[in-house]
């Protein structure tokens, strides 16, 4: 008799379980009650035992694949039994999508519906296929075996960018139009704009890169007020003494990439990138900065700010605003950031959501700094104070991590004396 | 410093006669090495220089020269010993295994063993099985030992000198079929820093690891290929432990591939290591698998065509390389 050894449920809420470690090998004999496989689900990792004693004819889940609950993931068969056809078993497979060979299903058939191989690609391939948002599963190989490599993946990212580039009014048309041609002919009605700026260069890449964060992230924003009397008097007694020294002007925005490098210090989570399925904490603390420019922003980055004192993130951050609005900042200037901050306080911005950097998992926007009534031991004094914004992608870590981040960046602006060492 | 043409052997001479020259606890023994010179010639003149005291023939006793050399390192001498054939040392292990690479350890650094053993080996010439092996892998296994396999006779002469004038004990492995390769010496002092690699070739398509005899190979395929438009990469470590990591990894993260090319046989190698070491550290920048080139798992046939097809040659690594671009 043949048994189908499905994934089990534990406990009300659990809906999928993921298999850690089969404890046996195909062919391999079984009894009942023996421990046969092992789980991992949200909440806890167990062992399953077998719920029949026989041969284990057939794995349909291999270890690492994750499976629904009452779905199938193996055959036990008697000692000397043949393995039934599996398409009246594998109708409740967890494979969606996976062929599932009907008509030579056999002993040795190769191929059960398995969860969906993963695409066949060098790392060097999936790690820039990841970081450009390439679907590998859409790719050709051209390297050994099939295997897709670091070039197939540029040949796409190049293809995509091209698409892209094109107005989607020319796609439509049957006759050749000049490139030039305004995009409000092709939806008639729309009254004439006065300017066109198109949608290309810096806009273009900031409207994608910010259309990737927004369609993907799961934004959550919190606000804290910060009193930033102390960081106003500490900022007014060291200015001159940076001006003097690092020939920069020390700004709250400089205070804040160290407070922010060293509270990243003490919350690593935060300095995470999400890439693909992965949550990847950083060890280097790369904190980029927003700098306005006439037609969009730029967001160079001081590498390992938690290492460098004030005067060097000073001066590094003026020098490398100064080359932003100069056009000349490199690739290496605006790469590896970790954390970014924005600051849109002198605007007269009191708090706002900024839109998250991807791959990075948060950004930190600062609002004005002004004197307001606060209270102090009982009594009501002005303050500086500012609201600062911590937008951050949920996917990657949850509400407390990031609210526990924000207060010790908090204490360290309400006290930044520590700024110094 | 001018720089004239002298052998690889020659090259080895020199860099002996200038360190005994130089430190009078300097001294070399082992099978043949006074009297007939050594078997591949490296060691003649050096009885006449030097003297009997100094350049020291022993009985056929491969433990015992190894354990008279410890035993002198531990009470202060720098002895060079010379074991005739890579073959031999699986008789004197005990010694090089147990107490050489061991006993600064032990001692808690109250001495130290400064035993620099020179080892001619690799096949080419006939000698079958028990005489053509390369077993400097089982060596870099040892924590305590350092491994240096040169592959010129600029790196040989370097490497020797500063073998010697290291405080570890160091196993230093000559390839027989190097001896009479002729190459750059500068005339005057130098010394190689152990466990620095060198990039004999600069490329952009491929990485190859070769050591010793096969550098010469990998080279002689690259060269080759550049024809067809690949630009390998040659890095000779030079030393095998310790390693140079950085120079292979950030060549590895250049050109994405990785090959390596040994002479010794491919299971449980020296290549297996570096494989694994860029899989760890460098697996995001691989754009193909790693391939290793070496020898057939079998004892060293004596036949000569049977010895030509067992070891690899540029053929084979030119056929890895175009595996995995």
Avoid at chain 1, 229 to 236: L, N
Avoid at chain 2, 80 to 90: G, H, K, R, T
Wanted: glycine share 8%; proline share 7%; net charge negative.
């Amino acid at each position: 008799m043949v048994t189908v050894v499905t994934m089990p449920k534990f406990g009300w809420t659990m809906t999928e379980g993921k298999i850690v470690r089969w404890l046996k090998k195909e062919g391999d004999a079984v009894r009942k009650g023996e421990p046969l496989f092992e789980i991992e689900t949200e909440k806890m990792e167990t062992e399953v035992e077998a719920i029949a004693s026989g041969v284990l004819k057939k794995i349909l889940a291999p270890e690492g694949s994750v499976v629904e609950v009452a779905k199938p993931i193996a055959i036990i068969c008697e000692p000397g039994e043949e393995l039934p056809p599996l398409e009246a078993i594998l109708q409740g497979a967890p494979a969606p999508g996976e062929g599932v060979p009907r008509a030579e299903v056999s002993e040795e058939a190769a191929a059960p519906a398995k969860p969906p191989k993963p695409a066949r690609a060098s790392p060097l391939a999936k790690r820039i296929a990841a970081e450009h948002g390439i679907d590998l599963s859409a790719l050709e190989g051209t390297g050994p075996g099939g295997l897709i490599v670091k070039e197939d993946v540029l040949r796409a990212i190049e293809a995509k960018r091209a698409a892209e580039a094109k107005p989607a009014a020319v796609e439509e048309r049957a006759e050749p139009r000049p490139a030039e041609a305004p995009r409000e002919e092709a939806i008639p009605g729309l009254p004439k704009a006065g300017k066109v700026i198109p949608l290309e260069g810096m806009r273009k890449a900031i409207a994608d890169r910010l259309s990737l964060s927004a369609r993907t992230a799961v934004r959550v924003t919190i606000t804290a007020e910060v009193d930033m009397t102390e960081a106003v008097r500490f900022r007014e007694q060291l200015a001159e003494e940076v001006e003097r020294r690092s020939k920069a002007r020390l700004s709250f925005t400089h205070m804040a990439i160290k407070a922010a490098a060293k509270a990243l210090e003490r919350h690593p989570i935060i300095n995470s990138l999400l890439i693909g399925n992965e949550i990847r904490i950083m060890d280097e603390i790369n904190v980029g900065f927003a700098v306005a420019l006439e037609e969009g922003l730029m967001v160079p980055v001081i590498r390992n700010a938690n290492r460098k004192s004030l005067f060097e993130i000073a001066s590094e951050a003026n020098e490398l605003a100064e080359r932003a609005r100069k056009r000349e900042l490199s690739p290496s200037d605006v790469a590896d950031g970790t954390f970014t901050i924005t600051n849109l306080g002198m605007y007269g911005v009191e708090d706002f959501t900024p839109v998250i950097n991807p791959p990075q998992t948060a950004i930190l926007g600062i609002g004005r700094i002004a004197q307001r009534p606060a209270v102090v031991d009982g009594r009501i004094e002005p303050r500086w104070i500012a609201r600062l914004s911590l937008a951050f992608d949920h996917r990657a870590y949850d509400g407390v991590p990031a609210a526990q981040f924000l207060q010790t960046l908090k204490g360290i602006l309400e006290r930044p004396y520590e700024l110094l060492v | 410093m001018s720089s004239r043409e002298i052998t690889y052997a020659e090259a080895i001479r020199e860099a002996l006669r200038e360190e005994m020259a130089r430190d009078a606890r300097v001294f070399i023994l082992g099978e043949d090495v006074g009297v007939f010179g050594g078997i591949f010639g490296v060691t003649k003149g050096l009885l006449a220089e030097f003297g009997e005291e100094r350049v020291r023939d022993t009985p056929i006793s491969e433990l015992g020269i190894i354990g008279l050399s410890v035993g002198a390192a531990a009470v202060g001498m720098r002895p060079v010993p010379e074991i005739m054939f890579a073959d031999l040392l699986p008789l004197c292990m005990e010694q090089i295994v147990n107490q050489a690479a061991k006993m600064h350890y032990m001692f808690g650094g109250k001495i130290k063993i400064p035993i620099t053993i020179r080892v001619p080996q690799g096949a080419g010439r006939r000698t079958a099985a028990q005489h053509s092996q390369c077993l400097d892998a089982w060596f870099v296994h040892v924590p305590g030992l350092k491994v240096v396999a040169p592959s010129t006779p600029y790196d040989a002469k370097g490497l020797l000198k500063a073998s010697i004038r290291d405080d570890n004990p160091v196993i230093f492995f000559e390839h027989k079929m190097l001896y009479r390769m002729r190459g750059p010496v500068p005339e005057g002092e130098y010394l190689i820093p152990l466990g620095r690699a060198d990039v004999k070739r600069e490329g952009s398509d491929a990485t190859i690891v070769a050591t010793s005899l096969m550098v010469h190979r990998a080279l002689e395929a690259a060269a080759e290929l550049a024809g067809e438009g690949i630009s390998v990469e040659v890095i000779d470590p030079r030393t095998l432990s310790p390693l140079d990591r950085g120079a292979i990894l950030g060549s590895v993260r250049k050109t994405g591939r990785l090959i390596i090319a040994e002479e010794a046989c491919r299971t449980g190698g020296f290549g297996a290591e570096v494989a694994a070491i860029a899989a760890e550290e460098a697996i995001d920048a691989l754009d193909a698998p790693i391939r290793r080139v070496a020898a057939f798992d079998v004892p060293i046939p004596f036949s000569p065509p049977l010895e030509d097809y067992v070891i690899p040659d540029k053929k084979r690594i030119i056929e890895a390389v175009r595996s995995v671009v």
